[in-house]
């Protein structure tokens, strides 16, 4: 059992910057590929960004390269993602994930899920 839990959401304007952080709980932390995901209403949930245990595999949708990054901190079991020049479009909840391996979360198939945070981007 693994406890997933999201901060950081908010409102922010078009071309500003936020930063979510996922911290995790109940098994060990590294061993875990961990993702963003989001949804917007009337929208399929969507992945935005995968990091593998040690970092050395990283997978963005085309959608947020260049604008997004992801990163974690096995030390204080979190993983974060950086979202910069925000759009209208990227309004969605975001939640995060944690697989057993890079496949099952890519695939939007993760082990755990996080109850998510709301990002809304004004234009």
């Known amino acids: 059992q693994v406890q997933l839990v999201e901060s950081g959401g908010g409102l922010v304007q078009a071309g500003g910057s936020l930063r979510l952080s996922c911290a995790a709980s109940?098994?060990?932390?590294?061993?875990?590929?961990m993702g963003w995901f989001r949804q917007a209403p009337g929208k399929e949930r969507e992945f935005v960004a995968a990091?593998?245990?040690?970092?050395?595999?990283?997978y963005y949708a085309d959608s947020v390269k260049g604008r997004f990054t992801i990163s974690r901190d096995n030390a204080k079991n979190t993983v974060y993602l950086q979202m910069n020049s925000l759009k209208p479009e990227d309004t969605a909840v975001y939640y995060c994930?944690?697989?057993?391996?890079?496949?099952?979360?890519?695939?939007?198939?993760?082990?755990?899920w996080g109850q998510g945070t709301q990002v809304t981007v004004s234009s």
């Open positions: 990091i593998d245990w040690n970092g050395g595999g990283i």
């Open positions: 994930a944690a697989g057993r391996n890079t496949i099952v979360v890519v695939t939007g198939a993760p082990d755990y």
């Open positions: 109940g098994r060990t932390f590294s061993s875990y590929t």
